[in-house]
T-cell receptor, first 114, second 118 residues
């Protein structure tokens, strides 16, 4: 069975500092991996996705993630945090691109301090 | 291009009642998935519909049901509401692969319907 673990339910960084949100997955088949962001009272917005084309994936708003099979990780990073990045971030996995069923992690709330 | 539209956005029900939530996908999207989001359980998959057929189902009791219409709009229904059904219900749509089967896995979410059960 597939699963996703997000390390740290809350992460706090200063504006301009590096953002690192951790995600580890478990999958018996090559996975498709996603990062979504959720702002208060809104739905989820796709930040980026890994579909095996390239291990370093660039997304929107300056975010990127690197797929490391040996570490079963897909950590999300951004070089310099902005106040507008404060939100909840979800990592998700699916065994196939041919499905709308995603397994989500528990989420990480990012706080950005001025 | 209009996004995924969910109605109603907010609703309050009492235990034992039933509720129907509606989702209009992005034009051209044929796959619709439903998720339940709660503080304790996080985001959990309910079910997915494609071309009016249920393709996948999550681990929820039979009180939770859904359907999809020929125009790809979808509804979900929860009968005999319980306090624990209070949640944000999210609908997501996706476009089919070039082969015409299923979705690409890139989901576009609506803003959700927030259900409170008293």
């Amino acid at each position: 069975a597939q699963s996703v673990t997000q390390l740290g339910s809350h992460v706090s960084v200063s504006e301009g500092a590096l953002v690192l949100l951790r995600c580890n997955y478990s999958s018996s088949v090559p996975p498709y991996l996603f990062w979504y962001v959720q702002y208060p009272n809104q739905g989820l917005q796709l930040l980026l996705k890994y579909t095996s084309a390239a291990t370093l994936v660039k997304g929107i708003n300056g975010f990127e993630a690197e797929f490391k099979k040996s570490e079963t990780s897909f950590h999300l990073t951004k070089p310099s945090a902005h106040m507008s990045d404060a939100a909840e971030y979800f990592c998700a996995v699916t065994p196939s691109s041919n499905t709308g069923k995603l397994i989500f992690g528990q989420g990480t709330t990012l706080q950005v301090k001025p | 291009k209009a996004g995924v539209t969910q109605t109603p956005r907010y609703l309050i029900k009492t235990r034992g009642q039933q509720v129907t939530l509606s989702c209009s996908p992005i034009s051209g999207h044929r796959s619709v998935s439903w998720y339940q989001q709660t503080p304790g359980q996080g985001l959990q998959f309910l079910f997915e519909y494609f071309s009016e057929t249920q393709r996948n189902k999550g681990n929820f009791p039979g009180r939770f049901s859904g359907r999809q219409f020929s125009n790809s709009r979808s509804e979900m229904n929860v009968s005999t509401l319980e306090l624990g059904d209070s949640a944000l219900y999210l609908c997501a749509s996706s476009y089919p692969r070039t082969s015409g089967r299923g979705s690409t896995g890139e989901l576009f979410f609506g803003e959700g319907s927030r259900l409170t059960v008293l």
